[in-house]
């Protein structure tokens, strides 16, 4: 990384297969985001669905409100390096835990930035499939940069050009929609939409509007 020009510092974030540390880039004269995944520690289902898919995605996305990939490399020792632009103001849930529900006027604009992103990807064929607002950062000026495509897939069309359904449980309880939840085979793009609701509500009231506790209560109440 240092011959690369990169300085690390502070770890930011630590999931199943890797973690995002903060650096110094000296060519770019900012911190960035670095997502290092030791491919070594990972699964093979991880290695040959979720990374391609997540390499495949941020190397087609460029949005504003997509947070910026500035280079992806892997060493010969078995790591893969994703560079990218840093949510200074931190995550979305972290922004409405602090600061409380938002006035409409404000999630107007935040869910529109949003939107526009998620409308990006699904014009291009990707879903996202894991939609929440931990995946959501916030620039230094508190705009929206939808993040983390570890979930995220190129949809697959059958000859009719009707999109193809997937079977793989994605994301969060919380935010997943009831088909997904049941097994069901879905469309990931609706799936994504259904997620765009529970962080609208979330951003306007402050709390979630589905308790996850109970995942057979929460279908019940979801299809009422």
């Known amino acids: 990384l240092r011959k690369k020009g990169y300085s690390l510092s502070n770890t ?6 890797g973690k995002v540390k903060s650096a110094y880039c000296n060519r770019l ?12 520690k990972t699964t093979h ?3 040959e669905r979720f990374l391609p898919g997540e390499i495949e995605a941020l190397k087609h996305l460029h949005h504003p409100s997509i947070i910026k990939t500035y280079e992806i490399f892997e060493t010969s020792a078995g790591k893969v390096y994703i560079v990218m632009e840093l949510g200074v103001n931190g995550d ?10 938002m006035e409409e006027d404000v999630a107007r604009i935040k869910f529109q930035q949003l939107a526009s992103a998620v409308k990006h990807c699904h ?4 879903a996202h499939r894991d939609l929440k ?12 940069k939808l993040s983390d495509f570890s979930f995220s897939k190129l949809l697959s069309r059958d000859e009719n050009g009707r999109i193809i359904l997937s079977r793989t449980f994605c994301g ?4 997943a929609a009831p088909e997904l939840l049941q097994g069901i085979p879905y469309d990931p793009k609706i799936c994504d939409i259904w ?4 962080i609208l509500y979330t951003m306007v009231y402050a709390f979630m509007p589905f308790d996850d506790s109970n995942v057979r209560r929460m279908i019940h109440i979801q299809k009422q």
Not at 32 to 40: S, T
Not at 172 to 175: D, F, P, Q, W
Request: net charge negative; aromatic share 10%.
């Open 133 to 144: 607002c931990e995946n959501i950062l916030l620039d230094e000026g508190l705009n929206i």
């Open 92 to 101: 979305l849930l972290d922004y409405i835990n602090t600061t409380g529900a």
């Open 29 to 40: 004269k900012c911190t960035v985001a670095i997502k290092i995944i030791n491919k070594r």
């Open 12 to 17: 930011l974030g630590e999931g199943s297969y």
């Open 172 to 175: 969060s309880t919380a935010y």
């Open 195 to 198: 997620s765009l609701g529970v």
């Open 123 to 126: 014009d291009l064929d990707f």
């Open 45 to 47: 289902d991880f290695l």
